[in-house]
C-alpha cells in the first residue's frame, strides 16, 4: 500500500475559493481512482493561499484486472451485426467469443481480459485530467498555452 502527495503551488487563491477548491480538488481526483478501480483510505485535504493540496493513504501498487463479458448477436444473426458486435467488444473474429444458451436462445459472448496498469501510471493520467478540468468560479490563461487556472500555477509537485 502506497501513500500519494499532490500539491498544486499557484499565485495567491482568493480567500472565498480555497474550501471549495480544496473540496473540487478531493472530490475530482477520489471519483477518478474509483472508476478506475483504486482503493484508497480517506482523503485529507490542505489549503493556503498559495497551495493547494491533497494526500491519500492505502494505494495498490496496481489497478486489479478486469475480466469483462459482452452478450453480442444471436448465433445466425446477419453478418451486419455480428461485424458491429466483434468491433464494439475489441475482438478479432468468432474464434475469440463463445456461444452460451440464455434460455432465450443462443447468443455470441466475447470474454475481454484487461490486466490491471501500474498506480503511477492511472495517476499521471487523473493528475492531467484534473489540473485542465479543475472548476474555478474565475479562471485565467497566461502564456501561450490554453491551461485555465485561478491564477498562473508554478509548479505542481506529486508524490507516489
Known amino acids: 500500500m502506497a501513500d500519494f502527495l499532490l500539491e498544486l503551488r499557484s499565485e495567491d487563491i482568493p480567500a472565498r475559493m480555497q474550501a ?94 484487461r490486466p490491471g496498469r501500474p498506480t503511477a501510471n492511472v495517476l499521471a493520467e487523473i493528475i492531467a485530467a484534473v489540473v485542465a478540468e479543475f472548476p474555478w468560479p474565475k479562471a485565467m490563461r497566461w502564456g501561450a498555452g490554453t491551461l485555465r487556472w485561478v491564477r498562473p500555477l508554478q509548479g505542481i509537485v506529486a508524490l507516489l
Request: charged share 25%; proline share 6%; glycine share 10%.
Open 20 to 113: 471549495r477548491a480544496a473540496e473540487d480538488l478531493a472530490r475530482l481526483v477520489t471519483d477518478r481512482l474509483t472508476a478506475a478501480g483504486l482503493a484508497f483510505s480517506a482523503p485529507e485535504t490542505f489549503v493556503t493561499p498559495r497551495r493547494l493540496a491533497l494526500a491519500l493513504g492505502g494505494l495498490p501498487s496496481r489497478q486489479p484486472d478486469v475480466r469483462d463479458e459482452r452478450k453480442g448477436p444471436r448465433v445466425g444473426a446477419p453478418q451486419a451485426a455480428i461485424d458491429g458486435f466483434l468491433r464494439s467488444a475489441g475482438v478479432a473474429s468468432l474464434d475469440a467469443c463463445t456461444q452460451r444458451d440464455t434460455g432465450k436462445g443462443v447468443f455470441w459472448f466475447a470474454v475481454i481480459d
